[in-house]
């Protein structure tokens, strides 16, 4: 079945970068572009940004810019998302979750818990 | 790009019917015909529900149903149940080649 499955939870302290993977299968990988969303804790999801597996194209959240990178492994069927100069703020939980094809997030790996602190 | 706005919290009893609004500007909800919508229960990832304003996933039931007035998108739950309780979230594709949410609802049956 279509899966989506995530790398496990990250301590971090402030300043230091994180670099979360989401392994994707039983579907052809670069058919759907990819999406990153992140949800603090008691708080509402928030976009992050997409990348397409196939041409590893990206686009960011303007919130995010100079701060996050994605990027994909396509012999592995793997997506990573880095996040470096982390503040307390970026304690959130983060998931992928791929592109239906139709402007929406058809499925979401389970999420990794990062968090930030001194 | 601000966070679509959408009610706290609503609620109902087993049987009744609830809307959950999520309201944007013409720069998203108002001006694609791409609004979604997203069931999340505690602890869990998010569930795809609704996509293109009113088009329902295979598999998801028929009492969940989408509409798009202006600016504003609406998602009502006919028939509620007690596995409807959860949060629901709204998402829509913006003329800036990203995507919002909104705050979230926290549903309660009564």
């Known amino acids: 079945q279509v899966q989506l499955v995530q790398s496990g939870a990250e301590v971090k302290k402030p300043g230091a970068s994180v670099k979360v993977s989401c392994k994707a299968s039983g579907y052809t990988f670069s058919s759907n572009y990819m999406h990153w969303v992140r949800q603090a804790p008691g708080q509402g999801l928030e976009w992050m940004g997409r990348i397409n597996p196939s041409g590893a194209g990206t686009s960011y959240a303007q919130k995010f810019q100079g701060r996050v990178t994605m990027t994909r492994d396509t012999s592995t069927s793997t997506l990573y998302m880095e996040l470096s100069s982390l503040r307390s703020e970026d304690t959130a939980v983060y998931y992928c979750?791929?592109?239906?094809?139709?402007?929406?997030?058809?499925?979401w790996g389970q999420g990794t818990m990062v968090t930030v602190s001194s | 790009q601000s966070a679509l706005t959408q009610p706290a919290s609503v609620s109902g009893s087993p049987g009744q019917s609830i809307t959950i609004s999520c309201t944007g500007t013409s720069s998203d909800v108002g001006g694609y015909n791409h609004v979604s919508w997203y069931q999340q229960h505690p602890g869990k990832a998010p569930k795809f529900m609704i996509y293109d304003v009113s088009n329902r996933p295979s598999g998801v039931s028929n009492r969940f149903s989408g509409s798009k007035s202006g600016n504003t998108a609406s998602l009502t739950i006919s028939g509620l149940q007690a596995e409807d309780e959860a949060d629901y979230y709204c998402s829509s594709y913006t003329s800036s080649i990203t995507w919002v949410f909104g705050g979230g609802t926290k549903l309660t049956v009564l």
């Open positions: 979750a791929r592109d239906s094809g139709r402007w929406a997030f058809d499925i």
